[in-house]
């Protein structure tokens, strides 16, 4: 499992190659503010966790130490030339990510790091309202799983199996 | 990698585990009507393809024979509690999945499969538009990989790579 790398100063690297990691969710146009975009459905958010970590939920329900889940922002382009409306994930706008270590977090194990655009290294997040929001609305251990369909069906699926539960968790199992 | 599989009667299997995955690219709100969704964003896609079929496209810029890319719908749900606005993909509402096989499928080398919301099992695809739309606007062998970053992308990385292209094709390589 590709496990968080820190510099001596403490900062979480980049991780690389999480694009090939395993999709847990893509809410769009989340805001803090009410103001609306300009145009179309606001930001899209991609989040990706390592496909050890997925697997080792879909066995445990529970989310292995080093797990990373990295959240990529992107504006939204249009796709105008084949369908009369909707929108695609264009430009990248920012990373961040989301570090299960109780080793080096060890208050409440997990640590949040924002890269912007284009980042090599990021410091752990002061805010105490991001780790606040995570510890009191994350559906399960600190992370929003209920916006996440991969991870939140695995456990519906379990409790109750059907054809219309695509997750098969006997096929993550080994 | 999970091969499509196919009943007697030509009809393809629905896929399992696929949400194990690579993720290709979720957009949303795309619609053939000029109609604007009662509210929200309108219906987020998801598509997953093999990850084997995924690193022969990082490796070799061609999608293999046996590739599945896989489609789900989803509701838009509203994330209401914790931030001001913005929407995540809700309840399931259905299941495509475009296959390359050339050998059942000689003419284009593709076929495209509709399993709604629960049906285990799909015939070919006869809407002649299907086609032609994947044909002609599809920016490499069928596949809309204009639209899904974790594609456009390792081709722009190969050509240019920079800390902002955050996929590395080295790392999927081997």
Redo the contacts between chains.
Sequence with gaps: MAEPEYTAEGELL?P?????W??A??????????R?PAEG??V?H?V?LQ?EA??HY?RTGKFPEKTMLVL?L?EP?E?E?????????GK?VG?AAAVKDHGRFPNEGWAYFDFG????KASALAPARCHR?HSE?GADDNV?VQ????LR?LKNAAAAP???S???PS??SK
Excluded: M, N
């Design positions: 980049r690389r190659g999480y694009q090939a395993t999709f969710g893509g809410p769009v146009g989340l805001d803090y503010s009410d609306k459905p606001g899209f991609t990706y496909p997925y697997r879909a990529e992107r382009g796709r030339v084949i369908v009369k409306q909707g929108w695609f994930a990248l990373v655009e284009a980042g090599g929001c609305h929003f916006f996440y369909p991969a069906e059907s054809p219309s695509p997750p098969d096929a993550y």
